[in-house]
């Protein structure tokens, strides 16, 4: 991986945030609610994981990135479960 794909991946990821935030507001009017699991931004976060470990991993980086900015309160469960899934595979594969 050079740097530029380096770079690349993180632009991702930033964008990633950006579009989870935007995605909380629009889902989300209260600031901090403790229900449940957004099941969309955890099947997001678990593809993203598993990409993050194929040749497609910048496009990991934008998906896993996604729950990690939304909203606070939000995203935190999602965003862990995601990185487990790709820490495990990482581990798998090593």
Known sequence: MG??????AIILFIIGNFIGLEYSYRKYSSPYVEKGIDKFALAISV???ILINS????LGCLLIGFPLGMRPGYGRVE??????????????RW
């Open 55 to 58: 040749p497609l991993y910048m």
């Open 47 to 49: 593809f993203g994981g």
């Open 79 to 92: 965003f862990v479960v995601g990185l487990a899934v790709a820490l495990f595979l990482y581990f798998l």
């Open 3 to 8: 740097l530029f794909e380096l770079n690349l």
